[in-house]
């Protein structure tokens, strides 16, 4: 089993910043692709940003240009640094982990991002 543990999301104004971290634990993979979707009231869940272990970033649409992961491969974490947020961006941010070796998949319990206008 694999926990993830996100923290970051809150309430922010139009064109503000956020970042969502994601810690992974317990039977980590060594090798593992994590990343967020977000899913908005009403709408199905999307990408917004997977990354492999090799190092490579596969954006979604939604936050191109603005959304940006980082990794720390120590802590077993990932950020994503949210910079022009719009009011759009409101939804619950859901972390995803997927084991390379095991091939299991995880996600998040989700955390809240809401954009005011």
């Known amino acids: 089993q694999v926990q993830l543990t996100e923290s970051g999301g809150g309430l922010v104004q139009s064109g503000g910043s956020l970042q969502l971290s994601c810690v992974a634990s317990?039977?980590?993979?060594?090798?593992?692709?994590m990343g967020w979707y977000r899913q908005a009231p009403g709408k199905r869940r999307e990408l917004v940003v997977l990354?492999?272990?090799?190092?490579?970033?596969n954006y979604g649409t939604s936050g191109e240009g603005r959304f940006t992961i980082s990794r720390d491969p120590v802590k077993d974490a990932v950020y994503l640094q949210m910079i022009l947020l719009k009011p759009e961006d409101t939804a619950t941010y859901y972390c995803?982990?997927?084991?390379?070796?095991?091939?299991?998949?995880?996600w998040g319990q989700g955390t809240q991002v809401i954009v005011s206008s």
């Open positions: 995803y982990y997927g084991g390379e070796q095991t091939g299991h998949e995880y």
């Open positions: 317990g039977n980590v993979d060594s090798r593992y692709t």
């Open positions: 990354l492999l272990n090799d190092g490579y970033a």
